[in-house]
């Protein structure tokens, strides 16, 4: 119980190709939850309305996740819509209603304050940064962030970039981050402005992971029934961040082993609509995922 997650929980209407779920369970927050829970018992921290169902609550507790920090405003849950083209890389926003998450302003339970591994899941890096303020000294925190902020919010993320050690991002935001085209560089560019380490998302290409003493790539897993990818960049980081909380310290080792499970989740994340995949998954599934990854990119 060493693994602490705040952002948002949401209901989303999605269309794929393979079909449509309206009001399934999102949000970046659960998402992570549910992956990392495949490792460890993290600590959520997000804000949901009176709407929230009981069974969608008893699901992540079921699952080990401690929901004291869950806090429920008068209001509705964040809601979200999406369709995705046929290519699986065109999302189109059908709608977003911000609801009770507009006014977020987290709040950590003191009796979690304390947990060494941290991430801050996507949210304005102004609440970023206030979620920040009150832990107590953690050891290893990684944040997540998208275009809007780099956007609309700069100098709040550039802030929020000095005081942590880690930050996943996709080649498009890096390269919109650093005005870099070529990714190496855009990574080597944003630790320049503060974290350790960078975790780049490549989508069906993979990712890496850049640092001063690991530089590591992999492949995503050759899924060949996606349903919807909605979610798969949350799982990568609860596995990512799940298995370097199991392991209880960071290293090149334990971060090139972070990178395959992280890879692993989001490839379960994809193969069903919200977690209904996810969901039903044993860590002896994920393990022997894990084992077929590396067969397939050790020479």
Same mark, same amino acid.
């Given at each position: /119980?060493?693994?602490?997650?705040?952002?948002?929980?949401?209901?989303?209407?999605?269309?794929?190709?393979?079909?449509?779920?309206?009001?399934?369970? %999102?949000?970046?927050?659960?998402?992570?939850?549910?992956?990392?829970?495949?490792?460890?018992?993290? @600590?959520?921290?997000?804000?949901?309305?009176?709407?929230?169902?009981?069974?969608?609550? @008893? /699901?992540?507790?079921?699952? %080990?996740?401690?929901?004291? $920090?869950?806090?429920?405003?008068?209001?509705?849950?964040?809601?979200?819509?999406?369709?995705?083209?046929?290519?699986?890389?065109?999302?189109?926003?059908?709608?977003?209603?911000? +609801?009770?998450?507009?006014?977020?302003?987290?709040?950590?339970?003191?009796?979690?304050?304390?947990?060494?591994?941290?991430?801050?899941? +996507?949210?304005?890096?102004?609440?970023?940064?206030?979620?920040?303020?009150?832990?107590?000294?953690?050891?290893?925190?990684?944040?997540?962030?998208?275009?809007?902020?780099?956007?609309?919010?700069?100098?709040?993320?550039?802030?929020?970039?000095?005081?942590?050690? %880690?930050?996943?991002?996709?080649?498009?935001?890096?390269? /919109?981050?650093? $005005?870099?085209?070529?990714?190496?560089?855009?990574?080597? @560019?944003?630790?320049?402005? $503060?974290?350790?380490?960078?975790?780049?998302?490549?989508?069906?290409?993979?990712?890496?992971?850049?640092?001063?003493?690991?530089?590591?790539?992999?492949? @995503?897993?050759?899924?060949?029934?996606?349903?919807?990818?909605?979610?798969?960049?949350?799982?990568?980081? %609860?596995?990512?961040?799940?298995?370097?909380?199991?392991? $209880?310290?960071?290293?090149?080792?334990?971060?090139?082993?972070? /990178?395959?499970?992280?890879?692993?989740?989001?490839?379960?994340?994809?193969?069903?609509?919200?977690?209904?995949?996810?969901?039903?998954?044993?860590?002896?599934?994920?393990?022997?995922?894990?084992?077929?990854?590396?067969?397939?990119?050790?020479?």
């Amino acid at each position: /119980m060493n693994l602490l997650v705040i952002g948002t929980l949401a209901y989303d209407t999605v269309e794929t190709v393979a079909g449509s779920r309206e009001d399934a369970l %999102g949000g970046s927050a659960m998402y992570f939850s549910v992956a990392s829970s495949l490792y460890t018992k993290p @600590a959520l921290v997000g804000v949901v309305g009176t709407d929230f169902r009981a069974e969608d609550r @008893a /699901m992540l507790e079921g699952k %080990g996740v401690d929901c004291t $920090g869950v806090e429920v405003a008068e209001g509705k849950t964040f809601r979200w819509g999406g369709r995705y083209e046929p290519d699986w890389n065109t999302r189109h926003t059908t709608f977003t209603e911000l +609801n009770v998450f507009e006014h977020f302003d987290p709040k950590v339970p003191e009796e979690v304050q304390a947990r060494p591994f941290v991430f801050l899941a +996507n949210a304005a890096p102004a609440v970023q940064a206030k979620a920040l303020d009150q832990l107590q000294g953690p050891s290893f925190v990684v944040a997540d962030t998208m275009n809007l902020w780099i956007d609309i919010a700069l100098d709040d993320l550039k802030g929020l970039l000095r005081r942590v050690d %880690g930050l996943i991002l996709n080649d498009e935001e890096a390269r /919109m981050l650093t $005005g870099e085209s070529n990714l190496i560089r855009a990574a080597q @560019a944003v630790m320049g402005m $503060g974290p350790r380490y960078v975790i780049l998302k490549k989508g069906e290409h993979g990712a890496f992971i850049m640092g001063d003493d690991v530089h590591f790539a992999l492949p @995503a897993y050759p899924v060949d029934g996606v349903v919807d990818p909605t979610g798969a960049g949350d799982c990568f980081a %609860g596995g990512f961040m799940g298995s370097i909380a199991e392991a $209880g310290e960071v290293n090149p080792a334990t971060l090139r082993r972070a /990178m395959v499970h992280g890879t692993v989740t989001a490839s379960f994340c994809v193969q069903g609509f919200s977690v209904e995949d996810l969901g039903g998954r044993t860590r002896t599934d994920v393990d022997a995922r894990y084992d077929e990854l590396l067969s397939i990119v050790t020479v």
